[in-house]
């Protein structure tokens, strides 16, 4: 296997175990449907097929770039739309993966630009580069946006409370990834725990930190507070590893269907970890 094709499995690994992780609040899982009425475990799984062949074609797309890092991020846009194309083509229209097709994206051609540069594909080169990448995207996006008719809920969101969404978190490197959430999962599985209850925790420690956009997007900023708090409580309950925890978990998922609320953004977070640990145990 090529190293293309090596790390765009890592991707598309990334992509099925998120999905698969139960229980997740207000999220797809094998459990139910979350939050969600036109979509489910299956969806996700079909949408990842549909993706998969494009996956290496960005990692591609990075090996072969010799300009400036901040000039990839048009042929990456370009592979990418074309994802997003065979993504609602399968699924019937229903966005499954935008947001993790954007993230992965400039993850891959950063992977691939580093391979370019003769580097060890590590997080933190990667992450690196993401930033390179990504210079200047939230400025570009969001400076001409009309405030009166935004396009999306993401812009949207944006103009009422500055939230910068997956661009924003792009742009600075996946911080929240960097710091927190990468950390925290090589801990989990140096402890033996199931990757299932790892990334759950995961996912609950970046719902506690995330300004999540797909929250705004539905709700207000008390209700993205509100979540946040929840999080920390089932957090300090011992999260997956605890009987208390896992039960504050399942109560919150609960809660979050009722509520129709689904942390979007922090599961294509959980993805990106997931990835980025898969990449640098390749690397050894």
């Known amino acids: ?29 094998r459990a139910n449907c979350g939050a ?39 042929p990456l846009r370009r592979v990418g739309l074309e994802a997003e194309r065979a993504m609602f083509a399968r699924t019937g229209g229903v966005n499954t993966h935008k947001g993790a097709i954007f993230s992965f994206g400039v993850l891959l051609g950063a992977a691939g630009l580093a391979l370019r540069r003769g580097k060890k594909c590590t997080a933190e080169c990667v992450l690196d580069l993401v930033k390179e990448i990504c210079a200047g995207i939230c400025r570009r996006h969001f400076d001409g946006l009309d405030v009166c008719a935004p396009e999306t ?11 910068t969404g997956a661009r924003g ?35 609950i420690t970046l719902i506690t930190l995330n300004d999540d956009t797909n929250i705004l997007s539905r709700h ?22 605890a009987p208390e925890g896992r039960a504050a978990i399942l109560q919150m998922d609960e809660d979050f269907i009722h509520k129709w609320i689904s942390p979007g953004g922090s599961a294509d977070l959980v993805a990106v970890t997931h990835f980025l640990y898969a990449l640098e145990r390749a690397e050894g």
């Open 220 to 241: 207000h900023l008390g209700v993205l507070h509100e979540v946040q708090a929840t999080a920390r409580r089932a957090e300090a309950l011992g999260g997956m590893a």
């Open 36 to 74: 969600h009425a036109d979509m489910d475990f299956f969806t996700f799984q079909i949408s990842a097929a549909a993706i998969a062949p494009f996956l290496p074609v960005f990692v591609r797309t990075g090996i072969e770039h010799t300009s400036d890092a901040s000039a990839l991020l048009a």
């Open 153 to 163: 809920k993401g812009d949207a969101a944006y103009l009422a409370c500055g939230a």
């Open 1 to 29: 296997m090529d190293r293309a094709a090596q790390i765009a499995s890592f991707a598309l690994e990334a992509l099925l175990v998120e999905a698969a992780a139960t229980p997740k609040p207000g999220l797809v899982d």
């Open 169 to 203: 978190t792009a742009e600075a490197g996946f911080p929240l990834v960097r710091r927190i959430a990468l950390p925290l999962y090589r801990a989990l599985m140096d402890q033996g725990l199931p990757m299932n209850d790892a990334l759950v925790d995961v996912l």
